[in-house]
């Protein structure tokens, strides 16, 4: 079992809604959480982090954890075209403090105009 | 703005080749990493180091050595490539300064490594 594991997509999406993107994890004591977006042929940038259970909220992105489900969550509401790129969700292992992700392999995000 | 460079954007070698990647960082961060990035595997952690001289195995360091000599300066040696090498290489640098999320990598373009 991979240690942090998401749907490989492509999820397509109509301009203007809410891209919803998943992510589950294997180790219960992790703590962070980290969303990074990658543009094809680019390299991945930090676009949330989460370390609580609840809601987070920057811009259109919502990063949503629940610790005792495992499972994170990233919400893009209004999608834009630009939006459309590869989702890696990253979770920091309980066992590190140096920041050593471990990466799902991603989900590809297809805006549709 | 954190720049992270990477010498090489494409790479050709010849099976039994000693490769050097070489990544450069101009942020001061003391962390560094090095990352294989293949399609439906995503991001894996070859090597990592939290200081000058100082390098930890990732998950797949089995082919690979790494060099830091100088903080700003974190180099990936393959000394014999394997066509199971081929890839694409990223460089990340972080900080553990406070301000910073943790996880909070800073990424170099990428090599990619092709090994015939």
């Known amino acids: 079992q991979k240690e942090v594991e998401q749907n490989s997509g492509p999820l397509s999406v109509p301009e203007g809604a809410i891209a919803s993107l998943n992510c589950t994890y294997s180790d219960r004591g992790s703590q962070s959480f980290f969303w990074y977006r990658q543009y094809s042929g680019k390299s991945p940038e930090l676009i949330m982090f989460?370390?609580?259970?609840g809601d987070k909220e920057d811009g259109r992105f919502t990063a949503q954890l629940n610790k005792a489900s495992q499972y994170v969550s990233l919400l893009i509401r209004d999608s834009q075209p630009s939006d459309s790129a590869t989702y890696l969700c990253?979770?920091?292992?309980?066992?590190?403090?140096?920041?050593?992700?471990?990466f799902g392999a991603g989900t590809q995000v297809v805006v549709t105009p | 703005d954190v720049k992270v460079t990477q010498s090489s954007r494409y790479l050709v070698k010849r099976t039994g080749e000693k490769v050097f990647l070489e990544c450069v960082q101009d942020?001061?961060?003391?962390?560094m990493f090095w990352y294989r990035q293949d399609p439906g595997l995503g991001l894996r952690l070859i090597y990592f180091s939290y200081d000058v001289k100082m390098k930890e195995k990732g998950d797949i360091p089995e082919g690979y050595s790494v060099s830091r000599e100088k903080k700003e300066r974190f180099s990936l040696i393959l000394e014999s490539a394997s066509t199971n090498q081929t890839s694409m290489y990223l460089c990340?640098?972080?900080?553990?300064?406070?301000?910073?999320?943790?996880?909070?990598?800073?990424f170099g373009e990428g090599s990619r490594l092709t090994v015939l």
């Open positions: 989460i370390y609580s259970n």
């Open positions: 942020m001061d961060h003391e962390n």
């Open positions: 990340a640098s972080s900080t553990r300064t406070s301000g910073r999320a943790p996880g909070e990598l800073f």
């Open positions: 990253a979770v920091n292992p309980p066992t590190d403090s140096w920041g050593k992700l471990q």
